[in-house]
Protein backbone atom coordinates (compact mmCIF):
# COMPACT_ATOMS: atom_id res chain seq x y z
CA UNK A 1 0.00 0.00 0.00
CA UNK A 2 1.22 3.30 -1.13
CA UNK A 3 -0.10 6.71 -0.06
CA UNK A 4 -1.52 9.23 -2.02
CA UNK A 5 0.72 11.62 -0.81
CA UNK A 6 4.09 9.57 -0.58
CA UNK A 7 6.41 10.63 -3.61
CA UNK A 8 8.15 7.85 -5.74
CA UNK A 9 10.92 9.23 -7.87
CA UNK A 10 12.40 7.61 -10.85
CA UNK A 11 14.49 4.36 -10.98
CA UNK A 12 13.24 3.04 -8.03
CA UNK A 13 11.74 -0.78 -7.29
CA UNK A 14 9.74 -1.59 -4.25
CA UNK A 15 9.46 -5.15 -3.47
CA UNK A 16 5.70 -6.60 -2.57
CA UNK A 17 3.60 -5.87 0.43
CA UNK A 18 5.05 -3.05 0.78
CA UNK A 19 3.15 -0.31 2.64
CA UNK A 20 4.29 3.60 2.54
CA UNK A 21 2.77 6.11 4.37
CA UNK A 22 1.73 9.65 3.72
CA UNK A 23 4.28 12.54 2.68
CA UNK A 24 7.13 9.29 2.15
CA UNK A 25 9.82 10.81 -0.56
CA UNK A 26 11.85 7.65 -1.86
CA UNK A 27 14.35 8.29 -4.55
CA UNK A 28 15.08 12.17 -3.61
CA UNK A 29 18.04 13.01 -5.58
CA UNK A 30 21.36 13.81 -4.43
CA UNK A 31 23.58 17.22 -4.85
CA UNK A 32 24.94 16.90 -8.22
CA UNK A 33 22.75 14.07 -9.86
CA UNK A 34 20.38 14.14 -12.28
CA UNK A 35 16.42 12.43 -11.89
CA UNK A 36 17.49 8.75 -12.29
CA UNK A 37 20.44 8.48 -12.52
CA UNK A 38 21.02 6.56 -9.14
CA UNK A 39 18.92 3.56 -8.92
CA UNK A 40 17.18 2.82 -5.38
CA UNK A 41 15.45 -0.93 -4.25
CA UNK A 42 13.67 -1.50 -0.99
CA UNK A 43 12.92 -5.30 -0.67
CA UNK A 44 9.63 -7.06 0.29
CA UNK A 45 7.15 -6.22 3.11
CA UNK A 46 8.87 -3.07 3.79
CA UNK A 47 7.20 -0.19 6.20
CA UNK A 48 8.28 2.97 5.91
CA UNK A 49 6.41 5.47 8.04
CA UNK A 50 5.34 9.11 7.45
CA UNK A 51 7.45 11.71 6.32
CA UNK A 52 10.52 9.47 6.32
CA UNK A 53 12.75 10.83 3.22
CA UNK A 54 15.07 7.97 1.81
CA UNK A 55 17.64 9.38 -1.12
CA UNK A 56 18.87 7.65 -4.40
CA UNK A 57 21.12 5.34 -4.42
CA UNK A 58 20.40 3.10 -1.40
CA UNK A 59 19.89 -0.69 -1.77
CA UNK A 60 17.78 -1.59 0.96
CA UNK A 61 16.77 -5.32 1.71
CA UNK A 62 13.51 -6.96 3.04
CA UNK A 63 11.45 -6.75 6.02
CA UNK A 64 12.59 -3.29 6.46
CA UNK A 65 11.13 -0.77 8.87
CA UNK A 66 11.59 3.17 9.91
CA UNK A 67 10.04 5.28 12.62
CA UNK A 68 8.40 8.63 11.35
CA UNK A 69 10.42 11.25 9.86
CA UNK A 70 13.40 9.08 9.24
CA UNK A 71 16.01 10.66 6.92
CA UNK A 72 18.46 8.54 4.75
CA UNK A 73 21.06 9.70 2.66
CA UNK A 74 22.16 8.54 -0.48
CA UNK A 75 24.42 4.97 -1.66
CA UNK A 76 23.97 2.91 1.33
CA UNK A 77 24.08 -0.61 1.54
CA UNK A 78 21.03 -1.97 3.59
CA UNK A 79 20.23 -5.79 4.38
CA UNK A 80 17.77 -7.78 5.71
CA UNK A 81 15.24 -7.20 8.90
CA UNK A 82 17.35 -3.57 9.80
CA UNK A 83 14.47 -1.35 12.00
CA UNK A 84 15.51 2.79 11.80
CA UNK A 85 13.55 4.34 14.57
CA UNK A 86 12.04 8.17 14.88
CA UNK A 87 13.90 11.03 13.71
CA UNK A 88 16.76 8.88 13.39
CA UNK A 89 19.37 10.65 10.56
CA UNK A 90 21.70 7.38 8.37
CA UNK A 91 24.25 9.63 6.56
CA UNK A 92 25.58 8.67 2.80
CA UNK A 93 28.18 5.40 2.02
CA UNK A 94 26.99 3.19 4.98
CA UNK A 95 26.88 -0.25 4.93
CA UNK A 96 24.46 -2.01 8.09
CA UNK A 97 24.03 -5.67 7.79
CA UNK A 98 20.86 -8.33 8.63
CA UNK A 99 19.06 -7.65 11.85
CA UNK A 100 20.76 -4.82 12.88
CA UNK A 101 18.13 -2.05 15.27
CA UNK A 102 19.18 1.12 15.58
CA UNK A 103 16.44 3.14 17.72
CA UNK A 104 15.10 7.10 17.98
CA UNK A 105 17.00 9.86 17.10
CA UNK A 106 20.43 7.99 16.22
CA UNK A 107 22.94 9.64 14.45
CA UNK A 108 24.83 7.68 11.80
CA UNK A 109 27.84 9.62 9.79
CA UNK A 110 29.23 8.55 6.60
CA UNK A 111 31.32 5.57 6.24
CA UNK A 112 30.32 3.88 9.45
CA UNK A 113 29.54 0.16 9.57
CA UNK A 114 27.03 -1.51 11.74
CA UNK A 115 27.43 -5.40 11.28
CA UNK A 116 24.76 -8.31 12.05
CA UNK A 117 22.81 -7.93 15.00
CA UNK A 118 24.22 -4.75 16.29
CA UNK A 119 21.81 -2.45 18.44
CA UNK A 120 22.02 1.64 18.61
CA UNK A 121 20.04 2.60 21.24
CA UNK A 122 18.55 5.93 21.49
CA UNK A 123 20.41 9.63 21.29
CA UNK A 124 23.48 7.29 20.38
CA UNK A 125 25.68 9.62 18.18
CA UNK A 126 28.25 7.90 16.00
CA UNK A 127 31.24 10.32 14.37
CA UNK A 128 33.61 10.25 11.71
CA UNK A 129 35.20 13.71 11.93
CA UNK A 130 38.43 13.94 14.32
CA UNK A 131 39.38 17.19 13.18
CA UNK A 132 36.17 19.26 12.54
CA UNK A 133 36.08 22.40 10.25
CA UNK A 134 39.38 21.61 8.33
CA UNK A 135 40.04 22.39 4.80
CA UNK A 136 40.86 18.45 4.92
CA UNK A 137 38.27 17.21 6.97
CA UNK A 138 36.35 15.93 4.08
CA UNK A 139 39.15 13.48 2.82
CA UNK A 140 39.78 12.25 6.27
CA UNK A 141 36.34 10.99 7.48
CA UNK A 142 36.59 7.76 8.93
CA UNK A 143 33.34 6.09 10.89
CA UNK A 144 33.03 3.68 13.83
CA UNK A 145 32.56 0.14 12.84
CA UNK A 146 30.35 -1.45 15.51
CA UNK A 147 30.23 -5.44 15.17
CA UNK A 148 28.22 -8.15 15.21
CA UNK A 149 25.92 -8.34 18.32
CA UNK A 150 27.28 -5.67 20.32
CA UNK A 151 24.98 -3.09 22.17
CA UNK A 152 25.43 0.97 22.42
CA UNK A 153 23.54 2.50 25.22
CA UNK A 154 21.43 5.02 24.95
CA UNK A 155 23.19 8.86 24.74
CA UNK A 156 26.67 7.62 24.08
CA UNK A 157 28.84 8.90 21.89
CA UNK A 158 31.46 7.06 19.58
CA UNK A 159 34.80 8.65 18.18
CA UNK A 160 35.83 8.76 14.41
CA UNK A 161 37.43 4.91 13.45
CA UNK A 162 36.73 3.54 16.76
CA UNK A 163 36.01 -0.15 16.81
CA UNK A 164 32.92 -1.60 18.97
CA UNK A 165 33.82 -5.76 19.23
CA UNK A 166 31.47 -8.19 18.71
CA UNK A 167 29.18 -8.89 21.66
CA UNK A 168 31.01 -5.79 23.59
CA UNK A 169 27.88 -3.39 25.17
CA UNK A 170 28.50 0.09 25.75
CA UNK A 171 26.99 1.50 28.95
CA UNK A 172 24.58 4.42 28.39
CA UNK A 173 25.76 7.78 28.21
CA UNK A 174 29.64 6.98 27.96
CA UNK A 175 31.55 8.46 25.68
CA UNK A 176 34.20 6.08 23.75
CA UNK A 177 37.26 7.45 22.83
CA UNK A 178 39.37 3.91 21.76
CA UNK A 179 38.30 0.56 21.07
CA UNK A 180 36.33 -1.98 23.02
CA UNK A 181 37.45 -5.57 22.66
CA UNK A 182 35.03 -8.19 22.07
CA UNK A 183 32.42 -9.46 24.93
CA UNK A 184 33.89 -6.40 26.78
CA UNK A 185 31.48 -3.80 28.70
CA UNK A 186 32.63 -0.26 28.98
CA UNK A 187 30.84 2.66 31.03
CA UNK A 188 32.06 6.18 31.70
CA UNK A 189 33.67 9.36 29.95
CA UNK A 190 35.93 8.43 28.90
CA UNK A 191 34.78 4.90 28.68
CA UNK A 192 36.17 2.18 30.41
CA UNK A 193 36.04 -1.33 31.19
CA UNK A 194 33.79 -2.32 34.08
CA UNK A 195 35.01 -4.08 36.72
CA UNK A 196 33.50 -5.92 39.63
CA UNK A 197 33.75 -4.82 43.28
CA UNK A 198 35.63 -6.56 45.37
Not at 137 to 142: D, F, V
Request: one cysteine or more.
Amino acid sequence: MISRTAIIHENVTLGKNCIVEDFVIIGAIPKGKSAGELKTVIGDNAVIRSHTVIYAGNTIGSNFQTGNKVNIRESNEIRDNVSIGTLSVIEHHIKILDDVRIHSQAFIPEYSKLMKGSWIGPNVVLTNARYPNRADTKEKLEGPTIEENAVVGANSTILPGVLVGEGAIVGAGAVVTEDVPNFTTVVGNPARKLTKGP
